[in-house]
């Protein structure tokens, strides 16, 4: 089964191509076809003129399906007048290199994605980045299968760290992360797509440190201005007092024989 989706997975503008297993939500854990497919695109008249990269890949019911998340422009399509009436005729060629029909699943399998030993439980993750970065390991330097799935470990908890809410990071964490993020770099990952979500994520973290440290000035401002009405309210009181015993000794002064009230109240 193919898939033809004209408008990208999730990118504008961009035609996204997918082969899929028939049926493959009745397939069993443990069934898996390792196979070579290309996709080859005609138009009306039947003329070819585009064909993919050959993809070598694992089918199984964690991943049973794989492609090409922007293969074309549908701009470029349209200019260079391979759509004939809007339409497109999607050809893929498939060779199967390895079959297994089924086989008991205990969870620690591993399957080939990509190049990488993975677990079963990871296969759909690890797809996931093949699919949409499908150069995150074309410069991988590390030959050793061992060493392969040491650092995909690392990157796919590398991913799970980034996924938290920004404001749940604290500085040490974020330059932590940073850290294991040039460290992946180094060995040949390319982890652009990563980068900028850490970007992203230092961003947010700032504008929420920054609008709490307003918030804070606010509430600072707040309670400085309710301390000086209070001394405003006292210091009235100490003028009103002052005021009562200057018109009290005036009055002494010039009425030494009357009793006066020596009280303001």
Same mark, same amino acid.
């Given at each position: *089964? $193919?898939?033809?989706?004209?408008?990208?997975?999730?990118? =504008?503008?961009? +035609?996204?191509?997918?082969?899929?297993?028939?049926?493959?939500? &009745?397939? $069993?854990?443990?069934?898996?076809?390792?196979? #070579?497919? &290309?996709?080859?695109?005609?138009?009306?008249?039947?003329?070819?003129?585009?064909?993919?990269?050959?993809?070598?890949?694992?089918?199984? !019911?964690?991943?049973?399906?794989?492609?090409?998340?922007? !293969?074309?422009?549908? #701009?470029?399509?349209?200019?260079?007048?391979? *759509? =004939?009436?809007? #339409?497109?005729?999607?050809?893929?060629?498939?060779?199967? +290199?390895?079959?297994v029909?089924?086989?008991?699943?205990t969870?620690?399998?591993? *399957?080939?994605?990509?190049?990488?030993?993975?677990?079963?439980?990871?296969?759909?993750?690890?797809?996931?980045?093949?699919?949409?970065?499908?150069? /995150?390991?074309?410069?991988?330097?590390?030959? &050793?299968?061992?060493?392969? /799935?040491?650092? *995909?470990?690392?990157?796919?908890?590398?991913?799970?760290?980034?996924?938290?809410?920004?404001?749940?990071f604290?500085?040490t =964490? +974020?330059?932590?992360?940073? /850290? =294991?993020?040039?460290?992946?770099?180094?060995?040949?990952?390319?982890?652009?797509? +990563?980068?900028?979500?850490?970007?992203?994520?230092?961003?947010?973290?700032?504008?929420? !440190?920054?609008?709490?440290?307003?918030?804070?000035?606010?509430?600072?401002?707040?309670?400085?201005?309710?301390?000086?009405?209070?001394?405003?309210?006292k &210091? !009235?009181?100490?003028?009103?007092?002052?005021?009562?015993?200057e018109?009290?000794?005036?009055?002494?002064?010039?009425?030494?024989?009357? #009793?006066?009230?020596?009280?303001?109240?």
């Amino acid at each position: *089964m $193919q898939t033809f989706i004209p408008k990208g997975n999730g990118i =504008e503008d961009r +035609l996204a191509l997918y082969l899929y297993v028939t049926n493959y939500g &009745s397939l $069993q854990l443990g069934w898996k076809r390792r196979a #070579k497919f &290309s996709f080859v695109l005609l138009n009306q008249s039947g003329k070819e003129f585009y064909k993919s990269t050959e993809l070598c890949q694992v089918f199984c !019911a964690q991943v049973p399906g794989w492609g090409i998340v922007k !293969a074309l422009t549908i #701009k470029k399509l349209q200019e260079k007048g391979f *759509m =004939e009436k809007n #339409k497109l005729i999607v050809k893929v060629q498939v060779q199967i +290199l390895e079959v297994v029909n089924g086989a008991e699943v205990t969870g620690n399998e591993t *399957m080939d994605v990509g190049g990488f030993h993975v677990l079963y439980s990871q296969a759909i993750q690890v797809s996931w980045i093949f699919v949409r970065h499908p150069d /995150t390991a074309l410069n991988f330097r590390p030959k &050793s299968h061992l060493v392969k /799935t040491t650092y *995909m470990n690392l990157l796919l908890k590398l991913i799970e760290k980034l996924d938290k809410p920004p404001h749940s990071f604290s500085e040490t =964490e +974020l330059s932590n992360t940073r /850290t =294991e993020l040039v460290d992946l770099t180094q060995t040949g990952f390319k982890l652009d797509w +990563l980068k900028e979500k850490l970007d992203v994520i230092y961003l947010e973290r700032k504008k929420t !440190a920054d609008a709490t440290h307003i918030q804070e000035l606010e509430q600072h401002n707040k309670n400085l201005k309710a301390e000086l009405n209070k001394e405003k309210i006292k &210091s !009235a009181a100490s003028a009103a007092k002052v005021l009562w015993l200057e018109q009290t000794v005036s009055t002494l002064k010039t009425k030494p024989n009357k #009793k006066l009230k020596l009280s303001p109240n």
